[in-house]
């Protein structure tokens, strides 16, 4: 049984830095593509950022380039560190591992998901 744990979210001003982090077990952590997703209210959840299995490779959605790092430990965790948070960036925050296959790939489609977090809240305020 896959068991995903985030912790990091928070209450902040925009502007201001929060980092998520995704505890799961290192067989998880080293071996599959893991990502962060993100739902705010009335909306789709929405492909935030991916990491390959290899930890090699990493891709993020637009609107959040350049102020968000995501990272894995290959031990126990996963991470997204979030900068220049933005309200428009409030939402729940769902770390997510990937079912698909390859050592490089990363999968921005919710489909290719098959185990989820519980979701930790991120609220910036104006």
């Known amino acids: 049984q896959v068991q995903l744990v985030e912790s990091g979210g928070g209450l902040v001003q925009a502007g201001g830095s929060l980092r998520l982090s995704c505890a799961a077990s290192?067989?998880?952590?080293?071996?599959?593509?893991m990502g962060w997703f993100r739902q705010a209210p009335g909306k789709e959840r929405e492909f935030v950022a991916g990491i390959s299995a290899s930890g090699g490779s990493t891709y993020y959605v637009d609107s959040v380039k350049g102020r968000f790092t995501i990272s894995k430990n290959n031990v126990n965790a996963m991470y997204l560190q979030m900068n220049s948070l933005k309200p428009e960036d409030t939402a729940v925050y769902y770390c997510?591992?990937?079912?698909?296959?390859?050592?490089?790939?990363?999968?921005?489609?919710?489909?290719?998901?098959?185990?989820w977090g519980q979701g930790t809240q991120v609220t910036v305020s104006s």
């Open positions: 290192k067989r998880i952590v080293s071996n599959y593509a």
């Open positions: 997510a591992v990937a079912t698909g296959s390859g050592w490089d790939t990363i999968f921005t489609a919710t489909s290719k998901y098959g185990y």
